[in-house]
């Protein structure tokens, strides 16, 4: 019995006590609040459901939660029902019921912690978008490990999730990157407001390359060259690290796109009919104050160019017009105020604001004894995401940028993540599911398969790692819900502690001469079972499950 099989049935419970007993049947909650109490000696699982039932009810707490602990008790795979404090019941499963999570696991497979909640929604997720004028550096490196592990949770809970690149290709900074490369080619100073870093060199020589001639162009054609062909050699790049860091893009959509199109001044005109946008001192503005700007914003500036907005404006249109039904954009800590802006371009559309989302991620900084660490020598003073790869490898990469919220600022030690130790955790997740594949392939030299004999499962670490494995799927919809995937990752670690801590207490194959019994079965089955679960965890973070290390 898995906590969303034993919720339904207190539920159920609950309603009939209710029905039973003449009672306001609608007092009673949707959700049972099943979970696991923070101390085991309390029971494997607890409810407040008769604390938030009771009062509506007309009843007290303590009255309400004896009737639903005697009735509970007598379900069966239920062991004991007790009550607690002013109206909590805990709960302790039958061996045979709380095993057969274990089969519900082998059942399931890879699709063990799936969901089909998010059925029907179609996300459009924006992430990374770093400007297309250098190496994508540790905080974009931090977006594409983080918002691609949480499209992999979104459409683990049927979510279809589009993952879009949007490519900032018009603009100042573009210009400033063509100036840039041109400087680099004719051996030049770097510009103001240029680009350093001996990348900028190497663009610059294989755009030469590629160009014959190119330098002895007017000066127009010149920079539109460079800046054509810059932007394109840099995005390759970009593309390529990202790809081996295991994120990929369905969309990469340009900036550029939406002005030559005709798509921003078609949609700022139809906010300008439509009057979501005002005019004051030669000027049009959006109204944003209404969803909790600190000023209104300016759209087309008195000059009559459009302000940079401009572009998101028609851009969230061009998303809702593609069918997305929500927008989530990630966007660094520099970005707060884009959350009210965005969803007042929303509102002008008349659109729901909440279909746009805004997560704003914190700053990384890597350590190396205490000390911030500036490794970078083709990008100059920051450091890339190839830096970080190279330094620690893919995995620990990943797994170190996904598992800390990203509303906080995160430290990463590259001692710590650099070691084979159970103090590294991403070693220590990978680490028990290498130890569980070892055990797998002793079992078969033996000639030991799983069993179905759960309830010879009763050793309390056997209890405490099959109740952790029961917990996978919540806190898969959980980190989908609240954009959190980071929660798989402390999950994973929660999962690789109760699997060390059973394999120590709780002999798994035959020793010597000792016959195979039903025991050694089931227990192989419970470890398959661990197997898999991490293996599936781990998908969702883009970490590879190693068989060995």
Known sequence: MNPDALAELVRDVARDVLTERELDLSALPADAGVERPRNPEHGDYATNVALRTAKKAGVPPRDLATWLAEALAAR????AAEIAGPGFINLRLAADAQGAVVGDVLAHGTAFGAGDELAGQKLNLEFVSANPTGPVHLGGTRWAAVG????????ARGAAVTREYYVNDAGAQIDHFASSLIAAATGGPTPDNGYGGAYVGEIAQRLVAANPGVLDLPEAER?????????????EEMRSSLHAFGTDFDVWFSELSLHASGAVQESVGQLKDSGALY????????RSTEQGDDKDRVVIKSDGSPAYIAGDIAYLRDKRARGFDRCIYMLGADHHGYTVRLKAVAAAFGDDPSVVEVLIGQLVNLVRGGEPVRMSKRAGTIVTLEDFVDAVGVDAARYSLVRSSVDSTLDVDLDVISRQTSDNPVFYVQYAHARLSSLARNAADLGLTPGESYGLLEHPREGDLIRTLGGFPEVVRSAAELREPHRVARYLETLASAYHKFYDSCRVLPMGDEEISELHRARLALCVAARQVLANG????????????
């Open 538 to 549: 781990l998908a969702l973070m883009g970490v590879s499950a190693p068989e060995r290390m």
């Open 148 to 155: 691609d592990a949480l499209g992999r949770v979104l459409q």
């Open 76 to 79: 069966d795979g239920i062991a």
């Open 279 to 286: 005019e004051k001192d030669g000027a049009w503005w959006l």
């Open 223 to 235: 920079h539109r060259v460079f800046r054509d062909t810059g932007v394109a050699l840099m995005l």
